[in-house]
Each structure stands twice: as C-alpha cells, then as structure tokens.
C-alpha cells in the first residue's frame, strides 16, 4: 500500500485522475470500477477536463459502479445513476452501453447482484478502481461487520451512514435504508485501487484503515491484503497518520527519481 498526502484536495484529485489517465493511455480499452460521494468529484472534474483539453479518450472503456440505493430510479435527483451522469458519464465520449451502475428498481435483487458479479468477470475483471471512505470506515456500502469475502449483494444501511446521507435529501425520512452494493471481496479483485479521501473528519478513520488492524469492522482496512493500493490523502485527512512524514518522504524521493510516474501535484 502507497500512501501519498497531497497539500490540497485540488492536488489530491490531480493526482487520482492522472493515475487513471495513465491506465487509459496503457490500455483504452479499461475497465474503470467508480465511486460516488463528495470526495471523488474533484477527480471526475479533473478528468473531464482532461477530455476536454487534452483529449482523453474514454470511447472503449467499461464502467462498473460500486453501488446504488434500492427503490431510486436512474433518474431520482439522489441516485448515484444520476450523480454518475451529472459529474462525468455526460461530460466525456464514454458509451452508453458500457456504463453499468447497479439497478435500484430490480425486481429480484438476488439474480441481479449475480449478474452484475458476471458482467465484471464477462468485462474481464476491474482493471483500475476508485474509492471512497465512509465516516466509519467503509468502502462502497460494506458497513462495519460486512464480511471482507463479501459480494456484490443486498446490504441494510447504519444509522451512521443514513445520518451521513441526510444532508443530501429534503426529508431525513427520504434517505433509503438499503442498497445494492459490490462487496469487499468483489473490490479486493480489482486489479489496482485507488481510494481517496480529504478533510479532518476523515483523519481518524483513514489512520485505522492504513496504520489500525485489518478488521470487518473498519471494511476499508482490507486494502491493505491488496499488492497494488495507492491511497491519496488532502493534508486534513492524513494529519492522525503516525507515519506521516515517512509517506511524504517516499513521495519525495519518487517525484524526484521518477517524476514522469507522479504528475504535478500541489
């Protein structure tokens, strides 16, 4: 696990969209496993932008979202659908056809989580995957106890998580109580990860999934049984590491020996 704390968000999601560029420049064709939330739009923004000075071609790649609340159509204002849609799926040249975000609608949730688990293994398996950090530790919808073998599946929201979700939803009452979500062992098959994360509030979880025990109650700290983790911190959300400045100095030697590897980061 690599772990890299930027000055500033904007320098964070930099960083994340370059590591992505870089995979599409080595193969078009990739297969990108992407997050919802606040902390990865600087990413999306950075990448569009990436498309539309630089030409980016996303044309040939597959996406495979992480997950989507149950019973919000592709349409509703609050689906990750819909947040996909607005922050970069219609901003960029990728096809239709390639996108998959979870079914929220699906009438048998049971068979739709098997087929979405096929259609990844049919795209040949996730070559690069985006993530975000919950308040309490996990990735996609795993919450704390989800089982690190976990896959894609019916998962029942915490309280904590409902709570997190609130503010963006007129009525506490409206946020879902469940979603479809890729599990931990779907996630831990992806090929390279990148999870991302900024802000104080963040410090102290990200501190337990890096540096804290691998456990199934912080389910972001099984990235680190993965050979190919590059964990991307704002200067808030790595301040609790213990290791900090050991980060920063790996960080250092490799833009200075390597920099065509790092990009610009601020």
């Given at each position: 696990m690599e772990i890299i704390i930027a000055d500033t968000y904007e320098g964070m999601s930099e960083l994340a969209?370059?590591?992505i560029e870089r995979q599409l420049l080595r193969k078009p064709n990739s297969v990108l496993g992407l997050a919802t939330g606040s902390t990865p739009i600087g990413t999306?923004?950075?990448l569009v932008r990436k498309y539309k000075e630089e030409g980016l071609d996303f044309s040939k790649i597959v996406t495979f979202n992480l997950d989507e609340y149950l019973d919000l159509s592709p349409s509703h204002d609050q689906s990750y659908h819909y947040f996909m849609d607005q922050h970069l799926f219609n901003k960029i040249n990728v096809e239709p056809r390639n996108i998959h975000v979870p079914y929220g609608h699906a009438e048998d949730v049971e068979q739709f989580c098997s087929w979405y688990?096929?259609?990844i293994r049919q795209a040949g398996g996730v070559d690069i995957q985006l993530l975000g950090i919950g308040g309490d530790g996990h990735i996609a919808f795993n919450e704390p106890g989800s089982s690190l073998g976990s896959r894609t599946r019916l998962k029942t929201l915490t309280k904590q998580t409902i709570d997190d979700n609130a503010r963006f939803f007129t009525n506490p009452e409206d946020v879902p109580r469940f979603a479809i979500t890729m599990g931990v062992g779907t996630i831990l098959e992806a090929r390279e990860i990148i999870m991302v994360a900024?802000?104080?509030k963040k410090a102290e979880i990200v501190a337990e999934a890096i540096e804290g025990p691998i456990t199934a109650?912080?389910?972001a700290s099984a990235l680190q049984m993965h050979p190919e983790v590059t964990v991307?911190?704002?200067?808030e959300?790595?301040?609790r590491l213990k290791r900090a400045d050991y980060y920063k100095w790996?960080?250092?030697e490799k833009k200075r020996l390597i920099p065509r590897l790092i990009g610009k980061v601020t």
């Open positions: 969209a370059t590591m999306y923004q950075a688990e096929e259609e900024n802000g104080k109650q912080v389910s991307i911190l704002d200067a959300a790595g301040s790996i960080f250092e």
